[in-house]
C-alpha cells in the first residue's frame, strides 16, 4: 500500500530544505514500512544541503528516526507490524569483512548505496512521479518511510520514540566515539571540540566512561552551558582565545589523553592532535567538506605515539549498543530528555534547520502526528 507523506527535501544545494508531499511506495522483499514519530536534525542533514556532504538531490533528508512498523514484505520474519524501530543510517549487511569482523559501521553494502536503499532502488518519488533520492538509505525525515531491515534496530516498546530516535544518530555516534572508538579510560583527560548534538554526547560518554577531566571547548557560551549539564569540567570559548592549543595544553598540565573534533572541520581536527600528551588519542567525528585538508607535524606521531583516528557512526554495532544505550537512559546514566531543546511539527522543520545553524539548539527535534 503506497502512502502520501510529508517529507523534508533539499531540491537545491545553497537553498533552504522544503517541506513537500510525496509518495512512499510499499515493501518489497527484505522492506519494512515505517510510519515516523520522531525524527532528530543533525549537521549532517544541513551538509547534504551545502555540498560538505556531496549527495546529489533532490534527496529526502532524516537519518535519525524512530517509529512503528505498519507493513512488512516478502521474507521479513523478524519484525513484525506494531514493532518499534529506529533508523539505521549505515546498512548492516552482515556479509561483508567489515561486517563479518564486527565492525557493520564501516559496512561495504552502505558505502555503495550512500542515497538509495541498500540494492540502488527508491521507493520515494515526488508527486510527478520523479525518484527522489534518501539520506544514506534512511530519508526518515518523513511521516512514512520504506527502509530495509538491514537500516532498521527494533527497540523496546516502553522507550518514547522521541528519545528513541536520538540514538539513531547523535547519542550513538558521540556516546560511542568515546566509548567505542577512543575507549576512554577512567581517570583521563578528554577534549571535546564542537558542543551541538553529537559533542554534547561525546562529553556524556567520556563522563560515562570515568574520565575525570572532560574539556569542553566551543565558540558559543550557550553551548558550553550546555555542556557543563552533560558532564564537562572545564569550558572554554575558542573565541576569546589567541591561541586555543596553548590554553588547553596549560589547563591540563601538559595535554589530553583523549581529544575529539566534533565540528567538521580540518583546522579544529589539527588543534584536537595538537592538545594530545604522549601516547593520546585524537578522534575525528565530524565530516569535513570534500576539499578540506589538514597537516599534522608527522614526527610527533613517532615520538610521542599518538595516534589520529576516526569515528564513524560512534563506531556502532546497532543491534547491540541501541538496547545498551536505553539501558544506560533507564538506569539515569545518559541523558536524552536534555537534549531535545525544541521541538517542530513537519511544517517548521526550516526553522529547525535555521536554529541549528544559528546554534541555538542541543537537538531540535520533529515529533509527527
Ligand atoms: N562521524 C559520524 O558518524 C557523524 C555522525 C553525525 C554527525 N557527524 C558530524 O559531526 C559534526 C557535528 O554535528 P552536530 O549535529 O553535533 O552539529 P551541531 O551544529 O549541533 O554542533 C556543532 C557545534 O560546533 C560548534 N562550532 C562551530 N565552529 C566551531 C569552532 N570553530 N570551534 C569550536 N566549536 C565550533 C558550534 O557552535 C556547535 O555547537 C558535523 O560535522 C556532522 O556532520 C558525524
Ligand atoms: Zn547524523
Ligand atoms: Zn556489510
Redesign the pocket.
Known amino acids: 500500500m503506497e502512502q502520501k507523506a510529508k517529507a523534508v527535501i533539499c531540491r537545491e544545494i545553497n537553498q533552504p530544505v522544503v517541506v513537500e508531499e510525496i509518495l512512499v511506495e510499499a515493501p518489497r522483499r527484505g522492506e519494512v514500512m515505517i510510519k515516523l514519530a520522531a525524527c532528530g536534525?543533525?549537521?549532517?542533514d544541513?551538509?547534504a544541503t551545502n555540498g560538505?556532504?556531496p549527495f546529489p538531490p533532490p534527496v529526502v533528508l532524516g537519518?535519525?528516526g524512530a517509529g512503528k512498523i505498519i507493513a512488512v514484505g516478502e521474507v521479513v520474519t523478524d519484525y513484525k507490524v506494531g514493532d518499534h524501530v529506529v533508523s539505521s543510517?549505515v546498512s548492516m549487511c552482515g556479509k561483508c569483512r567489515y561486517c563479518q569482523t564486527g565492525r557493520p559501521?564501516l559496512c561495504d553494502q552502505a558505502g555503495k548505496a550512500a542515497t538509495t536503499l541498500p540494492d540502488g532502488t527508491l521507493r520515494t518519488r515526488d508527486l510527478a512521479g520523479n525518484p527522489l533520492n534518501i539520506f544514506s538509505g534512511c530519508g526518515v525525515m518523513a511521516e512514512y518511510a520504506t527502509l530495509h531491515i538491514d537500516n532498521v534496530v527494533k527497540v523496546d516498546q516502553q522507550m518514547p520514540l522521541d528519545k528513541a530516535a536520538l540514538i539513531g544518530?547523535?547519542v550513538?555516534?558521540?556516546v560511542g566515539?568515546a566509548v567505542n572508538t577512543a575507549k576512554v579510560d577512567p581517570g583521563s583527560i578528554a577534549v571535546v571540540?564542537?558542543?551541538?548534538?553529537?559533542?554534547?554526547?561525546t562529553i556524556q560518554g567520556s563522563a560515562i566512561a570515568g574520565a575525570r577531566m572532560i574539556v569542553a571547548?566551543?565558540?558559543?557560551d550557550g553551548?558550553l552551558e550546555m555542556a557543563r549539564k552533560f558532564g564537562a569540567t572545564h569550558v572554554v570559548n575558542?573565541?576569546n582565545e589567541e591561541n586555543?592549543v596553548k590554553t588547553i595544553l596549560k589547563l591540563t598540565d601538559g595535554g589530553a589523553d583523549y581529544a575529539f573534533?566534533?565540528?567538521?572541520?580540518g583546522?579544529?581536527a589539527a588543534?584536537a592532535y595538537g592538545v594530545l600528551r604522549k601516547g593520546g588519542t585524537a578522534v575525528?567525528?565530524?565530516?569535513?567538506g570534500p576539499k578540506d585538508m589538514t597537516s599534522i607535524r608527522t614526527a610527533s606521531l613517532t615520538f610521542g605515539e599518538k595516534t589520529l583516528t576516526?569515528?564513524?557512526?560512534?563506531s556502532a554495532r546497532p543491534r547491540e549498543d541501541f538496547p545498551r544505550l536505553i539501558g544506560l537512559y533507564r538506569a539515569h546514566r545518559l541523558k536524552l530528555d536534555e537534549l531535545i531543546s525544541h521541538t517542530y511539527t513537519i511544517d517548521q522543520a526550516p526553522q529547525a534547520f535555521a536554529d541549528?545553524?544559528a546554534?541555538r539548539?542541543?537537538?531540535g527535534v520533529i515529533i509527527f502526528e
Open positions: 536534525v543533525c549537521h549532517s544541513l551538509s560538505t556532504i537519518h535519525e543510517f559501521q544518530c547523535g550513538m555516534t558521540g566515539a571540540f564542537g558542543c551541538g548534538g553529537v559533542g554534547l554526547n571547548v566551543d565558540t558559543n553551548k575558542s573565541k586555543v573534533e566534533c565540528v567538521g572541520l583546522e579544529i588543534q575525528v567525528v565530524g565530516v569535513a576516526g569515528s564513524y557512526f560512534g541549528m545553524q546554534g539548539n542541543a537537538r
